[in-house]
C-alpha cells in the first residue's frame, strides 16, 4: 500500500466540504491518508479514537456524501478515485473484494452503491446513497419491510444519535442544524442527548428543540446577562436552559 496520498482540490474546495467543521474535515484527511489503494479503510472507530473524533462526525462525512460504510464496519472514500491514481506496478487490490462488489464506478471515477444490491425503493446515487447503509448502526436501519413505503416518508425517516442514540432526526435536519450550529454541532447533539437521559423528556421535534436550546444558551452566554446571572458551569447552564424549554412546552 502506497503511503502518500493526494486530495483533489475540486473535493476539499467545494462548499460541501468545507461547511463541515474543522474536525470532520479531519476525520476525512486521516480516513483517506490510512485506506488501501482502493479506497477502503477498516479501522475507522480506532482512527476516531486516536483523533478524538466523534460518531457524529461520522454520520455527518455520510450524510454529506463522503463515505459510504458495509455492514461489517469498513467505509470506502467516495471519492477516491478523483484524488488518487496509482500506478499499475504499484497498485495493490483491496482485500475487501466482498464489498467493491458492491459498488459501481462512475464515469468521473465517484463510486456509488450498486442498483443491483439495493432493496427495491432505496435510492441511489443520484439521491442519496451515503445515507443508506448496508447494515443498522450509521444512519439508522433500513427496513425490508418498507420496500413499498412512499418516497417522501423514506426521506422523513428519524434516525438515532447521540451518546445515548435518542436523538430522532432526519437527514435533512441534520444538514439543516450543522449549518446551523456550525462548530458547536458535536456538542449541542451531545449535550441534549445526555439531558434527555438524565431527564426523560419529551419532544414532539427533536430538531427544533435543539434549536431553541441553542439560542437560549447563546442568550444566557452574553455579556449583559452573564452580569445579571451568577457563575455557573457550561453543563449547569445547558441543563437549566433544557429544563425551562422543558416548562415552557408543558404549558403550550
Known amino acids: 500500500m502506497a503511503e502518500r496520498r493526494m486530495f483533489a482540490k475540486t473535493i476539499i474546495d467545494s462548499d460541501s466540504f468545507l461547511d463541515m467543521p474543522l474536525s470532520t474535515q479531519a476525520l476525512y484527511f486521516h480516513l483517506s491518508m490510512r485506506a488501501d489503494d482502493d479506497g477502503f479503510i477498516n479501522n475507522p472507530k480506532k482512527i476516531m479514537r486516536m483523533i478524538g473524533a466523534s460518531q457524529n462526525e461520522m454520520e455527518l462525512l455520510m450524510v454529506k456524501?463522503?463515505?459510504?460504510?458495509?455492514?461489517?464496519?469498513v467505509v470506502v472514500i467516495k471519492h477516491w478515485k478523483?484524488?488518487?491514481?496509482?500506478?499499475?506496478?504499484r497498485y495493490k487490490p483491496t482485500i475487501y473484494a466482498g464489498e467493491k462488489?458492491?459498488?459501481?464506478?462512475?464515469?468521473?471515477?465517484?463510486?456509488q452503491l450498486s442498483t443491483k444490491c439495493l432493496p427495491v425503493g432505496i435510492p441511489n446515487d443520484n439521491q442519496m446513497d451515503t445515507q443508506v447503509r448496508l447494515g443498522k448502526d450509521r444512519l439508522g436501519e433500513v427496513s425490508m419491510e418498507g420496500q413499498n413505503e412512499n418516497p417522501g416518508k423514506k426521506k422523513n425517516q428519524k434516525h438515532k444519535h447521540g451518546e445515548y442514540q435518542n436523538v430522532l432526526?432526519?437527514?435533512?435536519?441534520?444538514?439543516?442544524?450543522?449549518?446551523?450550529l456550525g462548530a458547536d454541532y458535536d456538542d449541542m447533539i451531545q449535550e441534549f442527548s445526555e439531558g434527555i437521559a438524565m431527564r426523560d423528556y419529551k419532544y414532539k421535534s427533536h430538531y427544533l428543540a435543539i434549536r431553541k436550546w441553542y439560542k437560549n444558551r447563546k442568550v444566557i452566554n452574553s455579556p449583559l446577562q452573564q452580569k445579571k446571572s451568577p457563575q455557573l458551569t457550561r453543563k449547569e447552564k445547558s441543563m437549566n436552559i433544557l429544563k425551562e424549554f422543558v416548562m415552557e412546552g408543558a404549558n403550550e
Open 101 to 111: 462488489a458492491l459498488l459501481e464506478e462512475k464515469a468521473n471515477g465517484v463510486y
Open 169 to 180: 432526526l432526519t437527514d435533512d435536519e441534520i444538514i439543516k442544524l450543522q449549518d446551523y
Open 82 to 89: 478523483i484524488h488518487n491514481y496509482i500506478r499499475n506496478d
Open 65 to 73: 456524501k463522503f463515505l459510504i460504510s458495509f455492514e461489517n464496519g
